[in-house]
């Protein structure tokens, strides 16, 4: 078995992102709002932000309190969206209720919406020409291709069909020539189409849900899944102990899919910037 070493892929994405704004002298600018004070999120924050200033990108924190009104948060987009030396914006979920995070969304300039959330970047990921992927399901291709995992022709079964992983995560599987599964929590038989996957994706968010005897022999096994243990440690959704006797490729939680999120969304801020400088 091939352990799939996230860290150090992502940490090659990074020096990528920061080499090509060394040569070209550029500062690309994110900023990053945040509502409320989830400690989740305040972490996710700050991880982002010092990853911008490891590759060279400015970050800016709009921390909002969680009494902000849906017309304030709009009126703040639109700020960022008028802004011309900020390339891209991203408002960290979820949002505190009784804010929807649609109107949000839909609202940031899809040339600065790194994280692929607004529709038209979504239709545009479905059909052709997208500018942006969405930062986890990239990761995830990027550490297909550093593997030389081929996808052409083979059997892709996907765990999860949320607008962040999975869905998108089909997406960019079929550009890649494989031939996609969806699955979810009403499909039937599950177990027995995930055994007939040569590339299994899970983005359940169950710990230890994907059993070796859901992984066929020599699978290369893609685990998006995060959940804190009674313990307090990570887990991924899949059974690592057991499983790795089985696949081919697996990747790790921590270590693996994590780091490659915040890796391209680097990626996709030097992508914003290009695409207000055309
Ligand atoms: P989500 O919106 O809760 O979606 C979970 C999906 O799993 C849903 O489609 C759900 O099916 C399906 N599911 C739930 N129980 C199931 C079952 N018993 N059998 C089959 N399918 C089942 O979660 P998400 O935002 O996609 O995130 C998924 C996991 O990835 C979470 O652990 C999250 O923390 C992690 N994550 C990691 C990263 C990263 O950077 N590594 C980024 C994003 C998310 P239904 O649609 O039928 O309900």
Same mark, same amino acid.
């Given at each position: 078995?091939t ?34 004070? #989830? ?5 996710? $924050? /700050? ?5 911008? =200033? %490891? ?59 790194? #994280? ?5 970047? $979504? /239709?545009?990921?479905w059909?052709s020409? =997208? %500018? ?5 399901p990239?990761?995830v291709i990027e550490l297909l291709n550093y593997y030389n995992i081929d996808c052409a022709g083979k059997r892709c079964v996907i ?10 995560m089909a997406a960019l599987m079929l550009k890649k020539d494989a031939t996609v599964t969806i699955c ?8 027995a189409v995930c055994a007939e996957a040569d590339i299994l994706i899970?983005?359940?968010?169950? =710990? ?7 992984v066929k022999p020599g699978a290369a096994v893609i ?24 696949a081919g490729y ?29």
């Amino acid at each position: 078995m091939t352990l799939i070493e996230g860290k150090t892929v992502s940490a090659a994405v990074k020096e990528r992102v920061k080499k090509e704004i060394e040569r070209r002298g550029i500062e690309p600018c994110l900023a990053v709002i945040l509502v409320g004070d #989830d400690p989740a999120s305040q972490i996710y $924050v /700050g991880n982002k932000q010092k990853a911008c =200033a %490891a590759v060279g990108i400015r970050s800016l924190k709009y921390k909002l309190p969680k009494e902000t009104t849906q017309e304030e948060l709009l009126a703040l987009v639109d700020r960022l969206n008028a802004n011309e030396n900020v390339h891209g914006i991203l408002c960290q979920l979820p949002l505190p209720k009784p804010l929807d995070k649609r109107p949000v969304l839909s609202r940031i300039d899809p040339k600065k919406d790194v #994280d692929c959330f607004h529709p038209y970047n $979504v /239709g545009k990921l479905w059909s052709s020409g =997208a %500018a942006f992927l969405p930062c986890t399901p990239a990761g995830v291709i990027e550490l297909l291709n550093y593997y030389n995992i081929d996808c052409a022709g083979k059997r892709c079964v996907i765990l999860g069909r949320s607008n962040i992983v999975g869905k998108p995560m089909a997406a960019l599987m079929l550009k890649k020539d494989a031939t996609v599964t969806i699955c979810h929590s009403k499909t039937a038989n599950l177990p027995a189409v995930c055994a007939e996957a040569d590339i299994l994706i899970s983005a359940v968010g169950i =710990a230890r849900f994907v059993t070796a005897d859901m992984v066929k022999p020599g699978a290369a096994v893609i685990d998006v899944g995060i959940s804190r243990l009674p313990d307090g440690k990570l887990s991924g959704d899949v059974d690592f102990e057991k499983v790795k006797e089985k696949a081919g490729y697996l990747t790790p939680v921590p270590g693996g899919c994590g780091p490659m999120t915040i890796a391209m969304l680097m990626q996709n801020t030097l992508t914003a910037y290009d695409l207000q400088h055309t």
